[in-house]
């Protein structure tokens, strides 16, 4: 059975040759229809005309920062993007998550390994479009998974992908503990690569933001050694 739909596009936005054309002819043995550029500009033009499955987007670009590129996506689109880089520290995966993206490939890489990320990307974000319709309120915090719209006290928040996600799974088993190996099979895959400090990441960003329009108000609990729970300030989970 297929993972993927053969046509699925993958844009890859990097500037050497020398991994670039290997890399899209490894997509197209695997059944994708690659899409290349070298700079930046290539990388906004072909994601609006071609509206590719996924950007795999190098951070070095000739013409600007790849970062920067993937802030202009994620105005308009959630497009699964995966950053591509010569660094790895911490810190350089943290910012290009804090930015959107949806995984962090370290240069070099195995062609294999990171068509399995993209497979993974792509069936979380298959199962993410299959949500429950229903909106789901609990306390002052409302969700709805059709239009993938949350808000606290009327106040909409402003959720990357993932966060919305991760609130979307916690808040629908509200009061109730959500293993971190749960949220992250959900959330990111079962055949997520990195490392779970990714969920931390996410659920500190989520918190946040609940509080900043909640008057401060703590939604997400930690359950020591397990997971988290979701439980608005004195209102019982549905």
């Known amino acids: 059975m297929a993972i993927q739909a053969p046509s699925a596009r993958i ?5 050497e040759e020398s991994i670039s054309q290997p890399f899209a002819e490894a997509l197209r043995r695997a059944g994708f229809e690659p899409l290349v550029t070298a700079t930046a500009a ?31 996506l994620r105005r308009n689109s959630d497009v699964p993007i995966m950053m591509l880089t ?4 911490e810190m350089d995966k943290i910012v ?4 959107g993206a949806d995984d962090y490939v370290v240069k070099p890489f195995s062609a294999a390994e990171v068509i399995s990320r993209i497979r993974a990307v792509l069936r979380r974000t298959n199962r993410t479009a299959e949500l429950p319709n229903k909106p789901i309120e609990v ?11 949350a808000r606290v006290g009327g106040q909409e928040l402003e959720l990357s992908r993932k966060e919305f996600d991760l609130l979307a799974a916690l808040i ?34 989520l918190r946040r933001k609940l509080a900043e329009a909640g008057s401060g108000a703590t939604y997400i609990e930690t359950v020591r050694g397990v997971g988290f729970r979701f439980a608005a300030p004195g209102v019982e989970a549905p």
């Open 11 to 15: 844009l890859v936005v990097e500037d």
């Open 42 to 72: 290539g990388a906004l033009e072909l994601a609006a005309s071609e509206e590719p499955d996924l950007v795999m987007l190098d951070l070095a670009l000739p013409d600007g920062d790849g970062r920067d590129v993937c802030r202009e």
């Open 86 to 89: 010569a660094r790895g520290t």
């Open 96 to 99: 290009g998550l804090e930015l």
């Open 139 to 149: 306390g002052e915090v409302e969700l709805d998974p059709a239009a993938r719209i």
């Open 172 to 205: 629908g088993r509200a009061g109730r503990v959500v293993t971190r190996e749960d949220l992250m099979s959900e959330v990111w895959d079962t055949n997520w690569f990195g490392s779970t400090k990714t969920l931390d990441v996410h659920i500190g960003w």
